[in-house]
């Protein structure tokens, strides 16, 4: 997870280097966390579709969520870790409540073995819009 942070901080000093967007850091009333999920071995693909399944919808329908991004832990890939970016407290409150979230709490009951959530201050975030593509970089 430390080289995963400082990677990420890398690439947001170089994109800052190269002329990106400027924006306040940390937006004000902006919702960041990471969750800290242990699957069970034996169901992780199924987690893993309805996982996918949940973030797409997520992005797609919900004006405050703003981005969803899951990882594997490369030496224990029952280890994920989501970052979840809200635009506030609200939204937040709204996601855990919209129809594609409880699917996906029932659906992983029995293949979540642990979850931690830890709540953040952003420093700054930022993407490229295409992704490897390029594209106009935003931050916030």
Do not use: N
Not at 30 to 57: F, G, H, N
């Amino acid at each position: 997870m430390r080289d995963m942070m400082r990677a990420a901080g890398a690439a947001t000093l170089a994109l800052a280097g190269a002329g990106a967007a400027q924006a306040t850091p940390g937006a004000p009333g902006m919702m960041v966390r990471i969750a800290e999920v242990s699957v069970d071995p034996a169901q992780l693909d199924a987690y893993k579709t309805i996982l996918a399944t949940e973030q797409e919808a997520s992005v797609r329908s919900e004006p405050g969520v703003l981005m969803l991004h899951s990882v594997q832990i490369a030496d224990d890939p029952t280890q994920i870790r989501l970052l979840e970016v809200y635009a506030s407290r609200a939204a937040y409150e709204a996601h855990i409540r919209a129809p594609h979230f409880l699917t996906y709490k029932t659906a992983t009951a029995t293949m979540v073995r642990a979850l931690r959530l830890v709540d953040t201050q952003p420093i700054l975030l930022c993407a490229k819009s295409k992704g490897k593509a390029g594209g106009p970089v935003t931050c916030m």
